[in-house]
């Protein structure tokens, strides 16, 4: 944005002229006086209250924004409109976004929510968060199954074919790991971005459970523990096409 005597400065000389000029355009033709006995002439003209009222306002808007269009000596900044209306600098809020980082442009994650919201207008991200809870209980209890079939268009390629494998092991070798009592503590949003032509966003997992593997002729526990149970934290990553809205699981790490 232009320093003072740029386009700041002009709209504010454009105020005070029209200020100036519309009380002298309604002083010549025919306002009416203010009822003062000896200020007017027969309720119109321009009496002596006004003459003294018109010159002391062009006074100060000389002053005000003429000779000093600044208004202060302190040349204009891009956030300086921003500053005196709301009392400090930075750009508008975002309306609805109900997400305090999308304050800042530079925030990585704020700037993802923007292009999300390019296709799905309507996303936030707790509702994310309460959704991508419920795939994680569904997943799990489809892998205790040892079978993704209702889970499968919630899971990518890659990801899908790993799953797929160490279930063909765990068939082979007779076992089933069991993943019990799960309590999610916590989901954050710890990372968010555009790669290639997807659009990501990661969760970190903070959950407690039992997690042991059985045999499954015998039902005798071969690792882990059905008593103690276990903390852990998981980053889930899902994705989708940036011009789409399908949601898949990617990625699992530890």
């Known amino acids: 944005m232009p320093g003072a005597g740029g386009t700041g400065s002009s709209f504010l000389r454009g105020v005070g002229g029209g200020l100036l000029g519309g009380m002298i355009g309604g002083m010549l033709f025919g306002r009416p006086s203010y009822g003062y006995g000896a200020g007017g002439f027969g309720g119109s003209g321009i009496g002596l209250i006004e003459l003294l009222l018109l010159a002391g306002l062009g006074y100060f808007l000389y002053k005000r924004f003429i000779k000093n269009p600044s208004g202060g000596g302190r040349p204009a900044s891009p956030a300086s409109g921003w500053e005196n209306v709301m009392g400090s600098p930075g750009p508008p809020p975002v309306p609805g976004s109900g997400y305090g980082n999308e304050m800042t442009s530079a925030d990585p994650v ?36 040892r ?102 699981l990617e990625a699992v790490s530890s």
């Open 110 to 145: 704020a700037e993802t929510f923007r292009t999300i919201r390019q296709t799905e207008p309507d996303f936030d991200p707790e509702r994310f968060k309460e959704i991508a809870q419920d795939v994680f209980f569904r997943i799990q209890a489809a892998w205790m199954r």
């Open 147 to 248: 079978d993704l079939t209702p889970v499968l268009g919630l899971i990518g390629d890659q990801l899908k074919s790993e799953y797929l494998a160490t279930m063909a092991e765990l068939k082979q070798k007779g076992h089933i790991n069991k993943l019990e009592n799960i309590a999610v503590r916590r989901i954050e949003i710890v990372d968010a971005g555009v790669q290639g032509n997807e659009v990501y966003i990661t969760l970190l997992f903070t959950a407690n459970l039992l997690d042991y593997t059985v045999a499954e002729s015998s039902g005798e526990i071969v690792s882990g523990s059905n008593t103690e149970p276990v903390k852990f934290e998981e980053r889930w990553t899902f994705a989708r096409p940036l011009n789409g809205t399908s949601w898949k």
